[in-house]
């Protein structure tokens, strides 16, 4: 519930109203960091831990009160989903002097601020610390030719189902439905979704039957990731 000062404030209700209070407050730190003379040294990152959702069983009238908004945009699914709607938010990095105003197409993962936060301040991550996290610092500050991870595993708020994202390719993995005909692959039957988010960002385009080997190269890959239980390589 926003405070009673933003109650109002737009006509999208009380959900509507807590993102101008969000600007508010970002505001408020903005200044405090002007005030206290390190904006200059302070990296400050903006991000959402998972796409959008309407009815979260609050009763704050953000259906009735939607209109024409579209939360999610154009992607497909939204919180608690394992589709772009709920994996794919925003991600904002700033740093006046560092970092130069600009939009990056590179895969990042908050899971990497770890390692990223370690590379930037000259700390060494524990061989068996954050084992997923990757040092995509240069990406994070918006440097030229900066690369970031090449590939991404994601999973919904529960059930086994896991998704993997390498580059433009996105595999859906589901542990108990039914088989693909025709099919086999190493962890026995499940039901399979494969898009290339380049051309088919909404995922509506399963592509399993049009492109058999990348999916199986791509179930490979995931099945590979879970018996090493780990993605980050153990340093020597």
């Known amino acids: 519930m926003p405070h009673e000062r933003f109650h109002g404030q737009t006509e999208l209700g009380f959900r509507g109203d807590a993102i101008v209070q969000l ?44 209109g024409n908004h579209r939360p999610g945009g154009d992607l497909r699914g939204g919180k608690y989903s394992i589709y772009e709607g709920g994996t794919r938010t925003p991600f904002i990095t ?62 919904p708020n529960q059930g086994p189902t896991l998704a993997l994202r390498v580059g433009d390719w996105k595999l859906l993995a589901f542990a108990n439905d039914k088989p693909l005909k025709g099919l086999t692959f190493e962890k026995g039957p499940g039901q399979y979704e494969l898009y290339n988010l380049g051309d088919d960002p909404s995922e509506r385009n399963n592509l399993v039957y049009d492109h058999p080997g990348k999916l199986t190269a791509m179930l490979q890959r995931l099945n590979q990731i879970k018996r090493d239980g780990r993605t980050r390589p153990i340093p020597n």
């Not at 200044?31 to 009763?59: E, H, K, M």
């Open 23 to 66: 600007d508010w407050c970002v505001g408020e730190l903005l200044n405090s960091l002007d005030r206290l003379g390190i904006a200059s040294r302070t990296l400050i990152v903006f991000c959402s831990d998972n796409g959008p959702v309407l009815d979260d069983g609050y009763q704050d009238g953000a259906i009735t009160r939607l």
């Open 94 to 155: 700033y740093w006046p002097g560092k970092i130069c105003p600009g939009v990056s197409d590179q895969i990042v993962c908050t899971v990497d601020l770890a390692a990223s936060a370690a590379a930037l301040t000259d700390q060494t991550l524990a061989a068996d610390a954050c084992p997923d996290s990757f040092n995509v610092l240069p990406a994070l500050l918006g440097q030229p030719n900066a690369v970031g991870r090449d590939h991404l595993v994601q999973q």
